[in-house]
């Protein structure tokens, strides 16, 4: 018996672990491929190209020479290339010694500067490329809403008497003319403008003639995703259920949630939620201290339950053009960027939590999280990792692809490499730093509430 109530645990614990393997070894996949290929382009020999380390699962060898091997340890990868003693690139002086003149040009430590440059630099950059082709795609599948804002499929909801049908395009709500879905600030203000009333009297344009309907909130108390380690997905809700009231007082709109709860300086709140099939249920919810980052720059901290808001419905969407796309997506990895750099800025200072930092248990937990909900969100948190990866190797730290950009970049500087001494130190240095940084990290996890 004690076997099978284990079992729910046990799934959870398989499924958090799959979806962390799965998405860090198509990042490190992504990002080796980033060093063989432009090194191999560059005239660069790649002897093996190992995804994971430790024992050797599975290996062939290509036209080219290259071993490629899937091993035990599926926690990272790496690139080897000839002359190199290890999978950090350190410089191998008795191969390199043996190697005839003609094969040095083949060599990482023997080719020229450029090559180097590129083939080190290819990692991130395949990384935010890998980043940028997945947002594109989810954009480009999910569309844009459409404009006049047009009601796609309704979704389930706590209320009676509505006449709202797909197809329906909103001129108006209670009286107060729709802005353009894309105006903002001017949007959110008209949605708060809204009685707080569970049904509302829409003007809509149906089969050409300009009806009324009755509708609900635009912006109901429902819950369409949810944060991984948050409260909410911790008291196990779900997206679709819709919160009618705290702490006993009945609520219609999503804001007046967001101000409870914001209002709640960490108080418990009791929560009644409604859920499509199931009788309406009681969760307590103790909100949680966030650092949120600011569209001006910096952090604000707020109390937080960790879901997302919804519309009322499905908004009809129109489908992105692939230019638009890439735009979009350029930007969000940029904004990725950005907050990462001013939330690593701000912890530095204090001025944010240091528990902001997540090791690899909590990125584990958040891709088990993330599979949850769906292959979309999977798939989009993924793209948000490699742009994460991606940053993180660029840092000025030996041992990461960053730091060996530097020495490059003294080497273009000075005419020469830095010293065979000098480098054995700064490694040591910089990989003392990287370890001390993960272990930090993962006493985050285990530590931080």
């Given at each position: 018996m004690e076997i099978l109530t284990s079992l729910p645990q046990f799934g959870n614990l398989f499924?958090?672990?799959?979806?962390?393997?799965?998405?860090?070894?198509?990042?490190?996949?992504?990002?080796?491929?980033?060093?063989?290929?432009?090194?191999?382009?560059?005239?660069?020999?790649?002897?093996?190209?190992?995804?994971g380390f430790g024992p050797v699962l599975f290996s062939r060898m290509d036209r080219h020479g290259t071993r490629w091997q899937i091993a035990a340890l599926p926690f990272g990868g790496f690139v080897k290339f000839l002359g190199d003693a290890d999978a950090a690139s350190g410089k191998d002086g008795a191969a390199m010694a043996a190697l005839p003149p003609e094969r040095l040009r083949q060599t990482m430590h023997g080719a020229p500067l450029w090559a180097r440059t590129a083939t080190v630099a290819a990692g991130p950059v395949f990384n935010f490329i890998l980043s940028i082709i997945i947002f594109s795609a989810v954009m480009m599948t999910g569309g844009k809403t459409a404009d006049p804002l047009t009601v796609g499929a309704l979704k389930p909801l706590p209320v009676e008497g509505i006449t709202l049908e797909p197809g329906d395009r909103v001129l108006s709500v209670e009286g107060m003319p729709l802005p353009d879905v894309a105006a903002g600030e001017v949007y959110d203000d008209m949605i708060d403008a809204l009685p707080r009333e569970a049904l509302l009297r829409y003007t809509v344009e149906r089969a050409g003639?300009?009806?009324?309907?009755?509708?609900?909130?635009?912006?109901?108390?429902?819950?369409?995703?949810?944060?991984?380690?948050?409260?909410?997905?911790a008291a196990d809700l779900e997206a679709g259920d819709v919160i009618t009231a705290i702490n006993g007082t009945p609520i219609v709109a999503f804001?007046?949630?967001?101000?409870v709860v914001e209002g709640s300086n960490g108080a418990p709140l009791a929560l009644t939620v409604w859920r499509e099939g199931d009788e309406?249920?009681?969760?307590?919810?103790?909100?949680?201290?966030?650092?949120?980052?600011?569209?001006?720059?910096?952090?604000?901290?707020?109390?937080?339950?960790?879901?997302?808001?919804?519309?009322?419905f499905e908004p009809a969407t129109e489908r992105l053009g692939l230019i638009e796309a890439v735009g979009d997506a350029v930007g969000q990895t940029g904004d990725i960027i950005q907050s990462s750099l001013s939330g690593l800025y701000?912890?530095?200072?204090?001025?944010?939590?240091?528990?902001?930092?997540?090791?690899?248990?909590?990125?584990?937990?958040?891709?088990?999280?993330?599979?949850?909900?769906?292959?979309?969100?999977?798939?989009?948190?993924?793209?948000?990792?490699?742009?994460?990866?991606?940053?993180?190797?660029?840092?000025?730290?030996?041992?990461?692809d960053g730091g060996h950009l530097v020495f490059y970049a003294y080497e273009a500087v000075s005419g020469r490499p830095p010293s065979e001494r000098a480098l054995r130190v700064l490694m040591t240095v910089g990989l003392t730093l990287i370890l001390s940084l993960m272990l930090f990290a993962l006493f985050n996890d285990i530590f931080c509430p």
């Amino acid at each position: 018996m004690e076997i099978l109530t284990s079992l729910p645990q046990f799934g959870n614990l398989f499924l958090t672990l799959l979806a962390f393997v799965v998405a860090l070894s198509v990042i490190v996949a992504v990002h080796e491929y980033g060093h063989y290929i432009v090194g191999r382009w560059s005239g660069i020999k790649a002897e093996v190209f190992s995804l994971g380390f430790g024992p050797v699962l599975f290996s062939r060898m290509d036209r080219h020479g290259t071993r490629w091997q899937i091993a035990a340890l599926p926690f990272g990868g790496f690139v080897k290339f000839l002359g190199d003693a290890d999978a950090a690139s350190g410089k191998d002086g008795a191969a390199m010694a043996a190697l005839p003149p003609e094969r040095l040009r083949q060599t990482m430590h023997g080719a020229p500067l450029w090559a180097r440059t590129a083939t080190v630099a290819a990692g991130p950059v395949f990384n935010f490329i890998l980043s940028i082709i997945i947002f594109s795609a989810v954009m480009m599948t999910g569309g844009k809403t459409a404009d006049p804002l047009t009601v796609g499929a309704l979704k389930p909801l706590p209320v009676e008497g509505i006449t709202l049908e797909p197809g329906d395009r909103v001129l108006s709500v209670e009286g107060m003319p729709l802005p353009d879905v894309a105006a903002g600030e001017v949007y959110d203000d008209m949605i708060d403008a809204l009685p707080r009333e569970a049904l509302l009297r829409y003007t809509v344009e149906r089969a050409g003639r300009e009806i009324e309907a009755m509708g609900p909130q635009l912006m109901p108390p429902l819950i369409s995703g949810l944060a991984p380690q948050s409260a909410a997905f911790a008291a196990d809700l779900e997206a679709g259920d819709v919160i009618t009231a705290i702490n006993g007082t009945p609520i219609v709109a999503f804001e007046e949630l967001k101000v409870v709860v914001e209002g709640s300086n960490g108080a418990p709140l009791a929560l009644t939620v409604w859920r499509e099939g199931d009788e309406s249920h009681e969760v307590t919810i103790t909100p949680r201290r966030v650092d949120e980052p600011q569209p001006e720059g910096g952090f604000r901290t707020e109390w937080r339950i960790g879901i997302a808001g919804g519309m009322a419905f499905e908004p009809a969407t129109e489908r992105l053009g692939l230019i638009e796309a890439v735009g979009d997506a350029v930007g969000q990895t940029g904004d990725i960027i950005q907050s990462s750099l001013s939330g690593l800025y701000h912890m530095i200072t204090g001025a944010i939590s240091s528990c902001n930092m997540s090791g690899p248990i909590g990125i584990a937990q958040v891709s088990g999280a993330m599979a949850s909900q769906g292959a979309e969100s999977f798939i989009w948190f993924i793209a948000v990792l490699s742009t994460a990866v991606g940053l993180l190797n660029l840092f000025p730290v030996p041992v990461l692809d960053g730091g060996h950009l530097v020495f490059y970049a003294y080497e273009a500087v000075s005419g020469r490499p830095p010293s065979e001494r000098a480098l054995r130190v700064l490694m040591t240095v910089g990989l003392t730093l990287i370890l001390s940084l993960m272990l930090f990290a993962l006493f985050n996890d285990i530590f931080c509430p």
